[in-house]
Nanobody, 119 residues
Framework: QVQLVESGGGLVQAGGSLRLSCAAS????????MGWFRQAPGKEREFVAS?????????LYANFVKGRFTISRDNAENTVYLQMNSLKPEDTAVYYC???????????WGQGTQVTVSS
């Protein structure tokens, strides 16, 4: 079992930045592909970004965040990050971390962290 705890969300003005963290416990996440997803009010949860296991050489992003968000991982710290720049009001959502991401679907989930971008 993997437990995931997200942090770093908050209220930010449009154009600002936030860095989300996802701290994992229970077992090392180095062998898991990790990802970030988000769910806005009234909408389904959607894929944001993922990073492959071990080498972290393959990064995937949703089109709507390309060039603005960066996913990374620190396997020594058992933590995954999402650096979010140039935030837009439409980025407002609860952001979830997921482990063991396959076909843009996660197996283990965190509880989510709220990100609110004001215009």
């Amino acid at each position: 079992q993997v437990q995931l705890v997200e942090s770093g969300g908050g209220l930010v003005q449009a154009g600002g930045s936030l860095r989300l963290s996802c701290a994992a416990s229970g077992r090392p996440i180095i062998s898991y592909a990790m990802g970030w997803f988000r769910q806005a009010p009234g909408k389904e949860r959607e894929f944001v970004a993922s990073i492959n296991a071990w080498s972290s050489s393959r990064l995937l992003y949703a089109n709507f965040v390309k060039g603005r968000f960066t996913i990374s991982r620190d396997n020594a710290e058992n933590t995954v990050y999402l650096q979010m720049n140039s935030l837009k009001p439409e980025d407002t959502a609860v952001y979830y971390c997921a482990a063991d991401v396959v076909n843009n679907q996660g197996h283990y989930w965190g509880q989510g962290t709220q990100v609110t971008v004001s215009s």
